[in-house]
């Protein structure tokens, strides 16, 4: 059984950085491409960025405009989202997601497997 589990997630100030986790057991992580996403309340899952398998390629939503950085550890079975200067529009449940079978997808639905998510929280 695939199993993703986020942290990281906390309150933070308009500006300040996050660094979240995730860690994936269950199959072997390197087979996995891996995603995030964030929701935030009443609105769609928003695409993040994306990890291929051997850490090349990635990309990112257009909303980030170099501010998060996508990087994974195929060692650790962990995937990490860097986020910096972050926004007050950032407040939201931000997931993690893998799938054995895509190359590159930035649709939530392409994505087999989620963690249960982890908040962030962006005061201004």
């Known amino acids: 059984q695939v199993q993703l589990v986020e942290s990281g997630g906390g309150l933070v100030q308009a500006g300040d950085s996050l660094r979240l986790s995730c860690v994936v057991s269950?199959?072997?992580?390197?087979?996995?491409?891996m995603a995030w996403f964030r929701q935030a309340p009443g609105t769609e899952r928003e695409f993040i960025a994306y990890?291929?398998?051997?850490?090349?390629?990635?990309d990112y939503g257009d909303f980030v405009k170099g501010r998060f950085t996508i990087s994974r550890d195929n060692a650790k079975n962990t995937v990490y989202l860097q986020m910096n200067s972050l926004k007050s529009e950032g407040t939201a449940v931000y997931y993690c997601?893998?799938?054995?079978?895509?190359?590159?997808?930035?649709?939530?639905?392409?994505?087999?497997?989620w963690g249960q998510g982890t908040q962030v929280t962006v005061s201004s």
């Open positions: 997601a893998a799938d054995a079978r895509l190359y590159a997808d930035t649709r939530s639905q392409a994505y087999e497997f």
């Open positions: 269950g199959r072997p992580f390197s087979t996995f491409i």
């Open positions: 990890i291929q398998r051997s850490s090349s390629p990635t």
